[in-house]
């Protein structure tokens, strides 16, 4: 009798909600939601890459797993391409290992843009390190998404011109960070309030009266 040949167990297919629960960390309901944004992934190869690349950052498993939950078509991005031109982009600009992967949590989809290089060294002259960045960036998650010539430039350029150049942009915008990505009619209208105060604009005290209209007009 001739013996029947054994069965051959097809390959298992690569799917994209198990990979985020067994491989990044997620949990099945975050996975199920992530996972709507990258189903055209059909292999593990490009998001193996990223992965890597995140763990040489030094970025927990946790953290690997905000980073995924957050913006999970960081998977997709191109390690040789994209993300490692950006780090040492940013390492150029004299960021730490550890400051890059602070930024990769904070940033999100923005830190997949080659413009974050650009932005990021503008934001650190104007604070005068990266040190203040994280902090300003918490109280306004815009300063990576709006353009920084057409906006924060010009921004920045009107409060020097409001003020006379007697106040620090720098140290005033750490503290109101929404006047670096405000339209200007509300940046006219804070500086008229904090005039109206009795401050002469070119004094030493007019920063304090900007910080004082712009924290009563955000209530």
Request: aromatic share 6%.
């Amino acid at each position: 009798a001739t013996t029947a040949a054994p069965a051959v167990s097809p390959p298992v297919g690569f799917v994209v909600e198990d990979y985020l629960v067994d491989t990044c960390g997620l949990t099945r309901a975050q996975a199920l939601k992530a996972s709507a944004k990258i189903s055209h992934l059909k292999s593990p190869v490009k998001p193996d890459a990223v992965l890597t690349f995140l763990a040489e950052l030094a970025l927990s498993t946790a953290d690997i797993a905000a980073v995924v939950t957050g913006d999970p078509k960081f998977l997709c991005a191109g390690v040789e391409r994209t993300l490692s031109p950006i780090v040492d982009g940013l390492t150029s600009l004299g960021l730490s290992r550890l400051e890059i992967a602070q930024l990769v949590l904070l940033a999100n989809d923005h830190f997949r843009s080659k413009s974050v290089v650009s932005k990021v060294h503008y934001y650190v002259r104007l604070f005068g390190s990266f040190e203040e960045f994280p902090r300003v960036f918490k109280h306004n998650h815009n300063l990576l998404s709006h353009n920084v010539e057409r906006v924060v430039k010009r921004n920045v350029g009107l409060l020097q011109e409001c003020t006379r150049g007697a106040c620090d942009i720098g140290k005033l915008c750490t503290t109101v960070p929404r006047m670096l990505t405000a339209n200007v009619e509300q940046i006219r209208a804070i500086v008229a309030s904090a005039e109206g105060l009795g401050v002469p604009r070119g004094s030493g005290m007019f920063r304090q009266a900007l910080q004082s209209v712009a924290f009563l007009n955000n209530e």
